[in-house]
């Protein structure tokens, strides 16, 4: 088996870049693990069913550190000037080092901590359809699912309001991916521009900290030397896309699923007490990042009766998993009232999402408070028609709405 040949993933294809799960559920009937060819042109092997990918996502056999990787492509997608002052984020490392660095924030995403921020997320969520209300129409994505998580975590991490475009805007050229590998140029000039950024903010929060997140991991540098400038560095640039980026997804892909699911939006909207059920659901019916979550084999491995070998890529399709039947009853149909809903797209074990809680309670927030002051809302272009990011990060890149004006 270790023989079969990959199978394109084609990004080239809008109709695969629309939805993609018609393939993902060949693949997985296929066999339980699948070598794939997926955006840039890269090599993996897709775990494609939800116990196999739950056993791989703790198997320390597995690495997160891209050095593992035997296909030197891989690394080159970075840019290269700073290749290992990125790889110091915790996302791309493993124990001891993962270990140390999550605990320096992991206190700042505790389900506690996060539950306090409701009445700022609230409020900034308010203030961003106080602008559209009156008009009757609105890209959700570009006028709400965007600036919402951007200026949640930019206020955590103590970010001024007028630089939070720009380091947006860098953060797309880098992650942006496609058919064709990413241009290493515009990666590199992306890279310096925020390189330059993040070390003039730690310079800015050093002179006079604030009472954020930023100037706490500051003073653990100084003080404490818990650790090195390249980690920090690392850790703010982490902390900023990851704080952004996938959750813009989620309540892009949220609303836009409840649009073309209407029985389930009328359930929604007479039941509000269903939002935590339905924001799970979302997540495992069409998650933030697609088809899953990249490892390198720090040996050669068996998954599931394949043979793996060393430095291979793992891609663990959480996205192909999520609608695993064995797992999950009637997995394509979407059932925001849905019990026992344990997906995989926050992934598991040690690299579970630190975010995870911050991003539920946006997409409740986000969700819920478009169903309640946007009456009438429909789409307001073809269905067909509404481009999805191709890459690994799934999501619209615009939502075009219409619904009553209001005061």
């Given at each position: ?43 993996a ?79 900034i ?22 600036p ?19 380091f ?5 050229r ?22 330059a ?10 002179s ?100 793996v ?6 891609l ?13 009853p ?74 009553t004006?209001?005061?």
């Amino acid at each position: 088996m270790s023989e079969q040949q990959p199978t394109l993933l084609p990004y080239a294809d809008p109709a695969f870049v629309a939805d993609p799960f018609p393939l993902y559920r060949q693949l997985r009937e296929d066999g339980p693990v699948r070598r794939v060819v997926v955006a840039g042109g890269l090599d993996a092997w897709l775990v494609t069913r939800y116990e196999d990918g739950l056993a791989a996502l703790s198997d320390s056999r597995l690495s997160s550190d891209v050095r593992d990787a035997s296909d030197s492509r891989i690394p080159r997608q970075l840019p290269e000037t700073e290749r290992d002052s990125m790889l110091s984020n915790m996302l791309r490392t493993d124990p001891p080092d993962h270990t140390r660095l999550r605990r320096l924030v992991s206190q700042a995403f505790t389900a506690r901590r996060v539950a306090g921020m409701r009445p700022r997320i609230q409020a900034i969520t308010d203030g961003l359809l106080d602008a559209v209300v009156p008009v009757g129409r609105a890209d959700l994505v570009a006028d709400f699912a965007l600036p919402l998580p951007v200026t949640v975590i930019s206020e955590l991490l103590g970010v001024p309001v007028d630089e939070r475009r720009d380091f947006q805007q860098w953060t797309d050229r880098m992650l942006r991916r496609g058919v064709e590998p990413p241009d290493p140029a515009v990666v590199n000039e992306a890279w310096q521009h925020m390189r330059a950024y993040l070390t003039g903010l730690i310079h800015a929060k050093r002179s006079h900290p604030g009472d954020d997140l930023l100037s706490g991991l500051v003073a653990a540098r100084d003080a404490q030397q818990r650790l090195s400038e390249d980690e920090l560095i690392a850790m703010v640039f982490l902390l900023l896309v990851a704080g952004y980026i996938t959750t813009v997804n989620l309540i892009g892909t949220g609303i836009a699923t409840l649009l073309a699911h209407p029985d389930q939006l009328d359930l929604l909207r007479c039941d509000p007490e269903l939002l935590p059920g339905a924001v799970e659901e979302f997540l495992r019916y069409d998650g933030p990042v697609s088809p899953g979550i990249a490892r390198f084999a720090r040996e050669d491995v068996e998954i599931a009766g394949v043979a793996v070998p060393r430095g291979a890529t793992v891609l663990i399709g959480s996205a192909v998993a999520d609608r695993d039947p064995e797992r999950f009853p009637d997995p394509d149909r979407l059932d925001i009232t849905r019990k026992d809903n344990a997906h995989l797209a926050f992934g598991h074990g040690i690299h579970y999402c630190l975010g995870a809680p911050l991003a539920r309670l946006e997409g409740q927030i986000a969700i819920g408070t478009v169903l309640r002051r946007l009456p009438g809302l429909a789409l307001a272009a073809d269905p067909d028609g509404i481009r999805r990011r191709p890459g690994g990060l799934r999501g619209p890149e615009s939502l075009p709405v219409t619904f009553t004006p209001g005061g």
